[in-house]
C-alpha cells in the first residue's frame, strides 16, 4: 500500500451498531498515532458477498466479522486458516494486496490470552473443564482448551444435539452432559466458562444451581455487558478465581489490529477504561 492510501478496516454484522469495537479500534489508532479508520457497517445478508468484493477496492485491509455473518463467510473468503475451518467460524478478514480475501479465528486466542492474564495460576491438568453452550463462541473454547492441553472437556447445553455434534468434531476428550445435570458437574471442576448468552443484558439469567463451585477453580464469563454476571458474582462469593468476558473481546482483536494497521496493540487498563467509557 502506498503512503498516502490510508488503511481503512471495520466491523461487519447485523445489527452492529452495539459493537465495541470501533470504540476499541479507535482508542489503539490514536495511541500508536496510525492514520487509519475503523467503523461499523450494518450490512443486509443478500449484500455481504458483494460488499466483501467492494471492500478492497476501497482501501479496506480487513474487517472483523460478528453475528450472524461469522459462519457465511467462509464461504465467501478465498483462504481459510486451520482454526477458523475447525471452529467453522470466522471474525477477521484480511484483504489481501491480490484481491484474495483471507479468514481467520482469533476467538480462542482472544479466550486463552484473556485466560492467562485473569487467572495466571490456572493449570490445564487441575481437573476438568465444564463448558457451558455449543454455540460459535463454545466451538472456538474447546478448540483453544484442547490446544492447551487440558484432557476433559465436560459440555453441556439446552439443547443436546448440538453438544453431540461439536463432540463429534473434537473428539475423545469432549464429554457431553445434560442441561439439567450442569450443576453437579461443576463440583470438581478446575475451569467453568459460560459460553452461552444467559446473564446477559435484555436475556434470560442463568438457572444452573452454582453450589458445588469451590475456591480454587476458575470461573470466566463471556458476556460482558454486565461485566459482573450472576455466574461471576455467585463465583467470588465461593472464593473462585473470577475472569470476566470483556478480556476476550480486546484480546480477539489484537492480531487484526496488528495486521491490518502495523503495530502490536497492549491490552492493559487504558484500553479496558476507553471501550467502557
Not at 489481501?96 to 495460576?121: C, Q, S, V, W
Not at 468434531?169 to 470438581?188: E, H, T
Amino acid at each position: 500500500m502506498s503512503d498516502t492510501r490510508i488503511p481503512l478496516a471495520g466491523v461487519i454484522g447485523s445489527p452492529v451498531a452495539h459493537s465495541k469495537s470501533p470504540r476499541l479500534f479507535a482508542h489503539w489508532l490514536r495511541t500508536h498515532g496510525v492514520r487509519g479508520h475503523y467503523i461499523p457497517m450494518d450490512i443486509a445478508q443478500d449484500d455481504l458477498a458483494q460488499v466483501l468484493k467492494m471492500l478492497p477496492k476501497m482501501g479496506f485491509v480487513g474487517a472483523n466479522v460478528t453475528i450472524p455473518y461469522k459462519e457465511t463467510v467462509l464461504g465467501l473468503a478465498d483462504q481459510i486458516t486451520d482454526r477458523a475451518t475447525l471452529i467453522g467460524a470466522a471474525n477477521t478478514l484480511i484483504f489481501r494486496p491480490d484481491g484474495k480475501i483471507h479468514a481467520d479465528n482469533t476467538d480462542g486466542y482472544g479466550f486463552m490470552e484473556n485466560l492467562r492474564a485473569g487467572a495466571p495460576e490456572w493449570d490445564p491438568k487441575a481437573g476438568p473443564a465444564v463448558v457451558l453452550g455449543a454455540g460459535g463462541a463454545a466451538r472456538a473454547v474447546v478448540s483453544a482448551l484442547a490446544d492447551a492441553g487440558v484432557d476433559e472437556i465436560l459440555l453441556t447445553n439446552r439443547t443436546r444435539v448440538r453438544a453431540e455434534k461439536l463432540k463429534e468434531d473434537f473428539g475423545q476428550r469432549v464429554q457431553v452432559v445434560d442441561w439439567v445435570q450442569a450443576g453437579n458437574i461443576v463440583d470438581g471442576a478446575g475451569l467453568v466458562v459460560n459460553t452461552t448468552s444467559l446473564g446477559m443484558t435484555g436475556k434470560p439469567e442463568m438457572r444452573v444451581p452454582l453450589d458445588g463451585l469451590r475456591p480454587g477453580t476458575v470461573v470466566t464469563d463471556l458476556v460482558y455487558a454486565p461485566l459482573q454476571t450472576r455466574l461471576l458474582k455467585a463465583a467470588e462469593a465461593a472464593g473462585c478465581t473470577t475472569v470476566d468476558g470483556l478480556g476476550m473481546l480486546l484480546h480477539q482483536a489484537v492480531p487484526g489490529f496488528e495486521r491490518w494497521f502495523g503495530p502490536r496493540p497492549q491490552v492493559d487498563q487504558a484500553t479496558r477504561d476507553a471501550v467502557l467509557a
